[in-house]
C-alpha cells in the first residue's frame, strides 16, 4: 500500500505545470504596465486645459483614425515581411540555394542602413506620396531581421534530426515542415518582433510623405508647441510597439517546441 502511495506522489511531483501558468506569469506584467501608462495619460489629457487645436488632435474620432492608420500600416509591412523574407530565408537554407544568401542579406541590409526618412523621401520622388510608397519603404527597412533570423534559425538545427528524419523515410518537405521550421521557430519569430517594433517606429515618419499614422500627431505637437498632443501620440505609438512586441512574445511561447521550454 505505501509503495503505491510514493509512486502516485512521485508522479505527481514530476508532472510538469499546465503551460498556460508559465505563460501567465511570464506575460502579465507588460499589459498591466501599459494599462497603467495609457490610463495616467488619459487622466493627464483630460485634466489639462486644452485649446480649439489640442481638441481637434485629441478627440476619439482623429485618435482611432490615426491609430487606426498606423496598425493597418504596420500589420500590411508585417505580412509582406514574413512572406518575402520568411519564404526567401527558407529556400536560402535549401543546398542548392545557399550560395545566395550572402548576396540576399546584403541586398536586404541596404534598406536597413540607409536612413528611414531618406529612404521614404527617395521612394516618394520616384513613387510619389502615399500608402503605398510608404509601405513599400517599411518593407524594405524591415525585412532584414526576419530573413537573417530564419535563415540562422533553419541552419543551427541539429543536421543529426535532420538525418534521423529522412532516414525512416521523411521526405525534405516534411522534413523543414515538421523537424526545421518548429525548432527554428523561437529564433525567426524574434526577427519578426524586431521587424514589428521596426516597422511601428518607422511608420510614424510615413507622414511626411502623406500616408497618415500617429506621426501626424507628433509633428503637429512639434510643430504648433503643443505638449499634450506630442506627448500623446508618442505615448500611442510607444504603446504599439511594445504590444506587439509582447503579442510576438506570447505567440513565441505558444509556438516553442516543449522540449524547448
Do not use: C
Not at 520568411?86 to 542579406?105: E, K, N, Q
Not at 536612413?115 to 509601405?135: E, M, R
Not at 533570423?149 to 521523411?170: K, S, W, Y
Not at 499634450?228 to 512574445?249: F, I
Request: aromatic share 4%.
Amino acid at each position: 500500500m505505501s509503495t503505491v502511495t510514493e509512486a502516485r506522489t512521485e508522479q505527481v511531483v514530476l508532472t510538469p505545470p499546465p503551460r498556460w501558468r508559465g505563460l501567465l506569469r511570464r506575460h502579465l506584467a507588460m499589459p498591466a504596465v501599459l494599462t497603467v501608462v495609457l490610463l495616467g495619460t488619459y487622466l493627464w489629457v483630460r485634466s489639462a486645459d486644452l485649446d480649439d487645436i489640442e481638441r481637434r488632435s485629441l478627440n476619439a474620432d482623429y485618435l482611432l483614425r490615426t491609430a487606426g492608420e498606423h496598425v493597418t500600416l504596420t500589420a500590411l509591412t508585417t505580412v509582406l515581411v514574413v512572406a518575402i523574407a520568411g519564404g526567401g530565408g527558407i529556400l536560402l537554407t535549401r543546398r542548392s540555394m545557399r550560395w545566395l544568401a550572402p548576396f540576399a542579406t546584403g541586398l536586404a541590409n541596404i534598406g536597413q542602413a540607409t536612413p528611414a526618412i531618406g529612404l521614404l523621401v527617395l521612394l516618394s520622388i520616384f513613387l510619389g506620396i502615399g500608402f503605398s510608397t510608404a509601405l513599400i519603404g517599411l518593407v524594405a527597412y524591415s525585412v532584414l531581421p526576419v530573413l537573417q533570423n530564419t535563415i540562422v534559425g533553419i541552419n543551427q538545427v541539429d543536421r543529426h534530426l535532420i538525418e534521423a528524419g529522412r532516414g525512416i523515410g521523411m521526405s525534405p518537405f516534411t522534413v523543414l515542415v515538421r523537424i526545421e521550421l518548429p525548432l527554428a521557430v523561437p529564433v525567426i519569430l524574434a526577427g519578426v518582433r524586431t521587424a514589428l517594433v521596426l516597422a511601428v517606429g518607422v511608420a510614424t515618419l510615413a507622414t511626411f510623405i502623406d500616408a497618415g499614422g500617429l506621426g501626424a500627431m507628433i509633428v503637429t505637437g512639434i510643430k504648433l508647441q503643443r505638449e499634450t498632443v506630442l506627448v500623446t501620440g508618442a505615448v500611442l505609438t510607444a504603446t504599439l510597439a511594445l504590444t506587439l512586441d509582447w503579442l510576438g512574445g506570447v505567440v513565441s511561447d505558444l509556438l516553442r517546441p516543449r522540449g524547448l521550454d
